[in-house]
């Protein structure tokens, strides 16, 4: 009768708060985390004083034009894919359903926010997710840390403040998600389905921005089956073709005219750019209405082309010898590091630089690196990004005239290229340190603290030049004031 003592099985609701139970701390930071970016995106602006920057005003400003009939793809042409376009319109056109604010950017900037946090939100949930799978080993629980690694690269990124900063100016918390995202299901759905899946999601991500397509660049590592890599790429495809298609199917000149603009396009703030000349703040530029518009600031002098090549070709012979390394499915920490070390890559090949494009990096420093490592990297990645946008090109003021640059008797390019040599030097100890990290794994590693030691002393040299250029920005603004009212 023994069987009359033992207890009920328990219910499905008590199943699921003993799941919750395990992962109280996580759902506390959760709440705090979505709270927090919430409010920040609804009562701050990036910029502060310094200036109202972001590119929020040059969305919504092409979102309006639907008030005069014109759409994106069917009446002109966008440098943004078909995605983002579309629901930078949906935006504003929920915004008209409510009465206008005094700032007629409010609702806006407050749906637009809302939405970067959903994907910021579903990012922290992967990488919580991704954490418990590559540092919850049977070595960790032994030492006790098993479940504190997990929480802390949840709270590392949750304190982190660029991706904050980002959400009510920048969209690339959307593309940023669908990476991460998409590695996540490669790594916990490891099955033809969980390929597919992977698949759309990395060619969601591609109809947002093409950056998250070099997610699927991790396939070979994740299945031995050819078969599910080919699965994966075809789903990828399948969603981008069909957005280009019925964005063709609305517009066929301008959607032309939109992938032309995605190739023709120069590049800023890169040691590529400054080596052609071009020491301005880089956008895309042209008339939307001409589909034959010149979208390049410049003439690229260098070969562009063959440096990308050179680049990819690296990526490639990198991914190759992982995977003759260790034959696949291999474990999440390498899949995760190559993914890290794909993404670095894709940053010091490419032509331009925004200050959003850290944010593809930032996730995995913290996931793979939760110390002191990690931080550093992205500390120093941060403070670099604030330091040219928005401190460089908009307090200091670097645009001067050829006249007004002989009479201050200064040259501000040169800020400009320590800026871009120390942001460079991050990025390249990064993938060196993911590169020595996926092929010698117990080795101990220099790169960050080579890294700031040498971008801290560089800064603190150059400190007088900052100080002494923004005094004389001040000082023509001021002159250039006076003028006005006299």
Same mark, same amino acid.
Request: with cysteine; net charge positive; charged share 15%.
């Given at each position: 009768?023994?069987?009359?003592?033992?207890?009920?099985?328990?219910?499905?609701?008590?199943?699921?708060?003993?799941?919750?139970?395990?992962?109280?701390?996580?759902?506390?930071?959760?709440?705090?985390?979505?709270?927090?970016?919430?409010?920040?995106?609804?009562?701050?602006?990036?910029?502060?004083?310094?200036?109202?920057?972001?590119?929020?005003?040059?969305?919504?400003?092409?979102?309006?034009?639907?008030?005069?009939?014109?759409?994106?793809?069917?009446?002109?042409?966008?440098?943004?894919?078909?995605?983002?376009?579309?629901?930078?319109?949906?935006?504003?056109?929920?915004?008209?359903?409510?009465?206008?604010?005094?700032?007629?950017?409010?609702?806006?900037?407050?749906?637009? @926010?809302?939405?970067?946090?959903?994907?910021?939100?579903?990012?922290?949930?992967?990488?919580?997710?991704?954490?418990?799978?590559?540092?919850?080993?049977?070595?960790?629980?032994?030492? @006790?840390?098993?479940?504190?690694?997990?929480?802390?690269?949840?709270?590392?990124?949750? @304190?982190?403040?660029?991706? #904050?900063?980002?959400?009510?100016?920048?969209?690339?918390?959307?593309?940023?998600?669908?990476?991460?995202?998409?590695?996540?299901?490669?790594?916990?759905?490891?099955?033809?389905?969980?390929?597919?899946?992977? $698949?759309? #999601?990395? $060619?969601? $991500?591609?109809?947002?921005?093409?950056?998250?397509?070099?997610?699927?660049?991790?396939?070979?590592?994740?299945?031995?089956?050819?078969?599910?890599?080919?699965?994966?790429?075809?789903?990828?495809?399948?969603?981008?073709?069909?957005?280009?298609?019925?964005?063709?199917?609305?517009?066929? /000149?301008?959607?032309?005219?939109?992938?032309?603009?995605?190739?023709?396009?120069?590049?800023?703030?890169?040691?590529?750019?400054?080596?052609?000349?071009?020491?301005?703040?880089?956008?895309?530029? @042209?008339?939307?209405?001409?589909? #034959?518009?010149?979208?390049?600031?410049?003439?690229?002098?260098?070969?562009?082309?063959?440096?990308?090549?050179?680049?990819?070709?690296?990526?490639?012979? /990198?991914?190759?010898?992982?995977?003759?390394?260790?034959?696949?499915?291999?474990?999440?920490?390498?899949?995760?590091? =190559?993914?890290?070390?794909?993404?670095?890559?894709?940053?010091?090949?490419?032509?331009?630089?925004?200050?959003?494009?850290?944010?593809?990096?930032?996730?995995?420093?913290?996931?793979?690196?939760?110390?002191?490592?990690?931080?550093?990297?992205?500390?120093?990645?941060?403070?670099?990004?604030?330091?040219?946008?928005? #401190?460089?090109?908009?307090?200091?003021?670097?645009?001067?005239?050829?006249?007004?640059?002989?009479?201050?008797?200064?040259?501000? /390019?040169?800020?400009?290229?320590?800026?871009?040599?120390?942001? /460079?030097?991050?990025?390249?100890?990064?993938?060196?340190?993911?590169?020595?990290?996926?092929?010698?794994?117990?080795?101990?590693?220099?790169?960050?603290?080579?890294?700031?030691?040498?971008?801290?002393?560089?800064?603190?040299?150059?400190?007088?030049?900052?100080?002494?250029?923004?005094?004389?920005?001040?000082?023509?603004?001021?002159?250039?004031?006076?003028?006005? =009212?006299?």
């Amino acid at each position: 009768m023994a069987h009359l003592d033992s207890p009920p099985p328990p219910t499905r609701g008590a199943r699921w708060r003993q799941r919750l139970q395990t992962h109280d701390d996580f759902l506390l930071l959760l709440a705090t985390f979505i709270s927090f970016r919430l409010t920040s995106v609804w009562f701050m602006r990036p910029g502060g004083y310094i200036r109202d920057y972001s590119d929020l005003i040059f969305y919504r400003s092409r979102a309006s034009w639907q008030d005069f009939g014109l759409l994106p793809y069917r009446d002109y042409w966008s440098e943004y894919p078909p995605l983002f376009a579309w629901l930078s319109i949906w935006i504003d056109s929920l915004t008209r359903l409510f009465p206008a604010w005094e700032d007629e950017r409010f609702w806006y900037a407050a749906f637009f @926010g809302a939405a970067m946090v959903a994907a910021e939100t579903v990012t922290f949930i992967c990488l919580y997710l991704l954490a418990r799978r590559l540092h919850h080993t049977d070595a960790t629980v032994a030492a @006790g840390s098993g479940e504190r690694r997990p929480l802390r690269v949840a709270w590392l990124y949750a @304190g982190l403040f660029l991706p #904050v900063y980002m959400l009510n100016g920048w969209y690339d918390a959307l593309p940023v998600m669908t990476v991460i995202l998409a590695l996540t299901l490669l790594l916990t759905v490891r099955s033809t389905w969980g390929m597919a899946l992977a $698949g759309l #999601v990395a $060619g969601i $991500g591609g109809a947002l921005k093409l950056a998250p397509l070099a997610i699927l660049a991790m396939t070979p590592l994740v299945t031995k089956r050819w078969r599910g890599v080919v699965i994966s790429i075809l789903a990828a495809l399948l969603v981008l073709v069909g957005v280009y298609a019925l964005a063709y199917a609305t517009g066929p /000149t301008m959607t032309l005219a939109s992938l032309r603009s995605l190739v023709d396009r120069t590049g800023w703030s890169t040691f590529y750019a400054l080596a052609d000349g071009f020491t301005r703040l880089g956008k895309v530029v @042209g008339d939307p209405f001409d589909p #034959v518009s010149e979208v390049g600031q410049y003439v690229p002098q260098l070969p562009q082309r063959l440096i990308w090549l050179g680049w990819m070709t690296l990526g490639a012979a /990198t991914l190759w010898f992982a995977r003759r390394r260790q034959p696949p499915p291999q474990e999440a920490w390498r899949v995760v590091s =190559f993914a890290a070390f794909t993404y670095a890559i894709l940053l010091l090949a490419y032509p331009a630089w925004n200050p959003q494009y850290a944010l593809y990096l930032l996730p995995f420093l913290v996931l793979l690196w939760p110390s002191a490592r990690g931080l550093t990297y992205a500390l120093l990645l941060s403070g670099l990004v604030l330091l040219e946008h928005p #401190v460089y090109f908009n307090l200091i003021g670097p645009n001067y005239p050829p006249a007004t640059q002989l009479i201050l008797g200064l040259d501000h /390019t040169r800020l400009l290229w320590v800026i871009v040599g120390l942001r /460079t030097l991050v990025l390249a100890a990064i993938a060196v340190d993911l590169g020595w990290m996926i092929f010698r794994p117990t080795a101990r590693r220099l790169a960050p603290v080579l890294a700031a030691l040498a971008a801290i002393p560089v800064l603190l040299w150059f400190a007088p030049d900052f100080l002494q250029t923004y005094a004389a920005a001040v000082w023509r603004r001021r002159h250039c004031a006076r003028r006005s =009212f006299i």
